[in-house]
Nanobody, 126 residues
Framework: QVQLVESGGGSVQAGGSLRLSCAASGSTYPKSCYAWFRQAAGSEREGVAAVDSDGAAVYEDSVKGRFTAYIDNAKNTLYLEMNNLTPGDTAIYFC????????????????????WGQGTQVTVSS
């Protein structure tokens, strides 16, 4: 069973930056599809970024131009670089994965992913 461990969350002021990491292990599939989600208090979990098999990422509209998602395949680690953070980015951030033998198209549909990390808190103050 895949294990996902996030790190890198914390508290920053508006305009600041953070880099989240998600170390993956235990998958028995030849490849995995990865994505980042977040859940603010009182809100549903929403997709933030997903990376396809070519390394390209798709983003939720509010983070485009500010967040960058990428994978270091040698380390089996997914990253999310977050710049110009705003209080609206405050949430628990989760990484998600799904093992596959096929191409990862990069989807922000949370129902697609079967493995989830425990989450890391990001708090942005104004």
């Amino acid at each position: 069973q895949v294990q996902l461990v996030e790190s890198g969350g914390g508290s920053v002021q508006a305009g600041g930056s953070l880099r989240l990491s998600c170390a993956a292990s235990g998958s028995t599939y030849p490849k995995s599809c990865y994505a980042w989600f977040r859940q603010a208090a009182g809100s549903e979990r929403e997709g933030v970024a997903a990376v396809d098999s070519d390394g390209a990422a798709v983003y939720e509209d509010s983070v485009k131009g500010r967040f960058t998602a990428y994978i270091d395949n040698a380390k089996n680690t997914l990253y999310l670089e977050m710049n110009n953070l705003t209080p609206g980015d405050t949430a628990i951030y989760f990484c998600a994965s799904r093992g596959t033998s096929y191409y990862c198209g990069g989807t922000l549909n949370r129902n697609y992913y079967l493995g989830w990390g425990q989450g890391t808190q990001v708090t942005v103050s104004s």
